[in-house]
């Protein structure tokens, strides 16, 4: 079976039907042969590491029986080749997941075509190169339609339940991002169409947490844990993509930088990244529209040993329509990426 994809809320790019989706509610998977994959700590089925290829970007749903342990983790670790030197930094990237669970979409008003719209589509297959230079990678391999791991645990929109969950907070969930529909459990897709078709259990919340957050933030936490046990610092990279235009249908810049004003990085860090950046040619912008999430914020504090940066990048640069990419401008982000990582790899080496 294959399910063509839908449009994000993008209007400036076309659409165009993935033609590889790998799907199975009975949970046998088809058997896939991947490509030779990188490293990683965590060892996935073949039938989903094959989602890795640049050529089987469509959606891929699973029972939740088949996303388990041992045989599945949310977080994807990509580690460098044993021949290189370990880097103080360490890339996430929280809403590339391709992976869905059966029962989510059963359960969902919403069809999985207008879920995808809140993928950073392809983000995964940029990051890669990162690796030769000492970085780890932590990928989330779920969707954020089903939970969003770069939300806090308590961001709950109480009215989507049946009664308070647990980790509910009065707080947190008045925060602009559970308002708008976009708190840990999205309400709505990014065309702002209702998700669920009826009212979650309170105990929904601690299974996706279990699932997909803990074992994400665990995996980042880990590596920058590590970075900082050998280097005595850390430099976490939050990697998404945006649209090429706003909601008021104005151009975005190619890379918007979020150190949540100035308040995660070293301005000098920021200040290097930036040159980069713009001596690449590429157009720039700070904090607006997107200053930094939850993960950005955790894991960072400017003039401290952990810091951060969020990093978006306008899907113009690397896709020719929906959900295809482009071959010329992605391998050009990859490499910007990979520069940026050897940079601030021997930036904080010597530091």
Same mark, same amino acid.
């Given at each position: =079976?294959? !399910?063509?994809? %839908?449009?994000?809320p993008d209007a400036h790019t076309a659409v165009s039907p993935a033609a590889n989706s790998v799907i199975d509610p009975a949970g046998n998977?088809?058997?896939?042969?991947?490509?030779?994959?990188?490293?990683?700590?965590?060892?996935?089925?073949?039938?989903?590491?094959?989602?890795?290829?640049?050529?089987?970007?469509?959606?891929?749903?699973?029972?939740?029986?088949?996303?388990?342990?041992?045989?599945?983790?949310?977080?994807?670790?990509?580690?460098?080749?044993?021949?290189?030197?370990?880097?103080?930094?360490?890339?996430?990237?929280?809403?590339?997941?391709? $992976?869905?669970?059966?029962?989510?979409?059963?359960?969902?008003?919403?069809?999985?075509?207008?879920?995808? &719209?809140?993928?950073?589509?392809?983000?995964?297959?940029?990051?890669?190169?990162?690796?030769? @230079?000492?970085?780890?990678?932590?990928?989330?391999?779920?969707?954020?339609?089903?939970?969003?791991?770069?939300?806090?645990?308590?961001?709950?929109?109480?009215? =989507?339940?049946?009664?308070?969950?647990?980790?509910?907070?009065?707080?947190?969930?008045?925060?602009?991002?559970?308002?708008?529909?976009?708190?840990?459990?999205?309400? +709505?897709?990014?065309?702002?169409?209702?998700?669920?078709?009826?009212?979650?259990?309170?105990?929904?919340?601690?299974?996706? !947490? /279990?699932?997909?957050?803990?074992?994400?933030?665990?995996?980042?936490?880990?590596?920058?844990?590590?970075?900082?046990?050998?280097?005595?610092?850390?430099?976490?990279?939050?990697?998404?993509? =945006?649209?090429? @235009?706003?909601? @008021?249908?104005?151009?975005?810049?190619?890379?918007? +930088?979020?150190?949540?004003?100035?308040?995660?990085?070293?301005?000098?860090? &920021?200040?290097?990244? /930036?040159?980069?950046?713009?001596?690449? &040619?590429?157009?720039?912008?700070?904090?607006?529209?997107?200053?930094?999430?939850?993960?950005?914020?955790?894991?960072?504090?400017?003039?401290?040993?952990?810091?951060?940066?969020?990093?978006?990048?306008?899907?113009?640069?690397? =896709?020719?329509?929906?959900? $295809?990419?482009?071959?010329?401008?992605?391998?050009?982000?990859?490499? +910007?990426?990979? @520069?940026? &990582? /050897?940079?601030?790899?021997?930036?904080?080496?010597? %530091?």
């Amino acid at each position: =079976m294959i !399910i063509e994809t %839908a449009p994000k809320p993008d209007a400036h790019t076309a659409v165009s039907p993935a033609a590889n989706s790998v799907i199975d509610p009975a949970g046998n998977p088809t058997p896939i042969v991947p490509t030779a994959a990188s490293s990683t700590l965590t060892q996935q089925p073949p039938w989903l590491a094959a989602t890795s290829r640049s050529d089987d970007l469509g959606p891929v749903i699973l029972p939740l029986v088949a996303l388990a342990a041992p045989h599945f983790t949310a977080a994807e670790i990509l580690t460098p080749p044993s021949h290189c030197q370990q880097s103080a930094v360490v890339l996430s990237s929280p809403h590339a997941g391709r $992976v869905y669970p059966a029962e989510f979409i059963a359960a969902s008003i919403a069809d999985v075509t207008a879920l995808r &719209g809140l993928e950073d589509f392809g983000v995964d297959q940029l990051i890669g190169s990162v690796r030769d @230079h000492g970085i780890t990678c932590i990928n989330n391999q779920i969707s954020r339609a089903y939970i969003d791991v770069n939300r806090p645990v308590d961001a709950l929109d109480n009215a =989507m339940f049946t009664s308070p969950p647990a980790a509910a907070n009065t707080a947190a969930a008045s925060s602009r991002h559970v308002r708008a529909g976009y708190g840990l459990l999205p309400r +709505l897709t990014a065309a702002r169409e209702v998700i669920h078709r009826q009212l979650l259990p309170s105990d929904e919340v601690e299974s996706r !947490i /279990a699932l997909v957050h803990k074992p994400y933030h665990q995996s980042v936490q880990a590596a920058l844990a590590a970075a900082c046990s050998h280097f005595g610092k850390s430099l976490l990279i939050d990697c998404h993509s =945006m649209p090429s @235009h706003d909601q @008021h249908d104005k151009p975005l810049a190619d890379f918007v +930088l979020g150190d949540l004003h100035h308040s995660t990085l070293d301005p000098a860090i &920021g200040d290097l990244l /930036a040159k980069i950046i713009t001596e690449a &040619g590429y157009s720039l912008a700070w904090n607006h529209p997107y200053a930094g999430g939850y993960i950005t914020k955790n894991y960072g504090r400017a003039a401290t040993r952990q810091q951060s940066i969020q990093i978006e990048i306008n899907r113009r640069l690397y =896709m020719t329509r929906k959900y $295809v990419l482009d071959q010329q401008g992605s391998e050009n982000i990859a490499a +910007l990426l990979a @520069h940026i &990582g /050897a940079v601030l790899s021997e930036k904080l080496a010597k %530091a």
